[in-house]
T-cell receptor
Framework: EAGVTQFPSHSVIEKGQTVTLRCDPI?????LYWYRRVMGKEIKFLLH????????ESGMPNNRFLAERTGGTYSTLKVQPAELEDSGVYFC??????????????FGPGTRLTVL | ELKVEQNPLFLSMQEGKNYTIYCNYS?????LYWYRQDPGKSLESLFV?????AVKQEGRLMASLDTKARLSTLHITAAVHDLSATYFC??????????FGTGTRLKVLA
């Protein structure tokens, strides 16, 4: 069974540019999450989809970040325009069950974003 | 707000030695997860601890959970080089959000 995949693995852009990150969850997983790790700090929650619906986007830093999951399959996270502080590793995770249950989240390898 | 503290941040140890990584959290929770990450790779699920007193073991790693003390430990027995990685604990309050510790970068020296 394929795991969570993310593309690209690395992205280097200049301040002010736009970047789109993609995540393909494990097949059959309705729950998809985005997390971010900045400057070696803790991994922080960004948002959660159930199928195509956003359940919680309380962790999104600001309105320069836009996440979508059209059709309830893969998801994209767009940063527009990118700022220096957006640099970090963006992780995607998926799980089968939902809130209120103990369900392991399976993580992708992350996309390392560098904003110059 | 739930906070998770993990220590140490860095750990360099000799092969064959034992050591423990600690994960403290600030609010009531009985769901705790341990992950391992190799450089450039996914976070790999190691243990899921779901109740007070839970203990799980896999090879040279053993994890335990004390919900009253709000503490989980990851014990390494007779370390080998292959265990070198970054280890994360994460706590789930009963929602879908994981709150992570800062990670422990473990280096096992031959």
């Amino acid at each position: 069974e394929a795991g969570v995949t993310q593309f690209p693995s690395h992205s280097v852009i200049e301040k002010g540019q736009t970047v789109t990150l993609r995540c393909d969850p494990i097949s059959g997983h309705d729950n998809l999450y985005w997390y971010r790790r900045v400057m070696g700090k803790e991994i922080k929650f960004l948002l959660h989809f159930v199928k195509e619906s956003k359940q919680d986007e309380s962790g999104m830093p600001n309105n320069r970040f836009l996440a979508e999951r059209t059709g309830g399959t893969y998801s994209t996270l767009k940063v527009q325009p990118a700022e220096l502080e957006d640099s970090g590793v963006y992780f995607c995770a998926s799980s089968q069950l939902g809130a209120g249950t103990a369900d392991t989240q399976y993580f992708g390898p992350g996309t390392r974003l560098t904003v110059l | 707000e739930l906070k998770v503290e993990q220590n140490p941040l860095f750990l360099s140890m000799q092969e064959g030695k034992n050591y423990t990584i600690y994960c403290n959290y600030s609010t009531t929770s009985d769901r705790l997860y341990w992950y391992r990450q190799d450089p450039g790779k996914s976070l790999e699920s190691l243990f899921v601890l779901l109740s007070n007193g839970a203990v799980k073991q896999e090879g040279r790693l053993m994890a335990s959970l004390d919900t009253k003390a709000r503490l989980s430990t990851l014990h390494i027995t007779a370390a080998v080089h292959d265990l070198s990685a970054t280890y994360f604990c994460a706590v789930d309050e009963g929602t879908y959000k994981y709150i992570f510790g800062t990670g422990t970068r473990l280096k096992v020296l031959a």
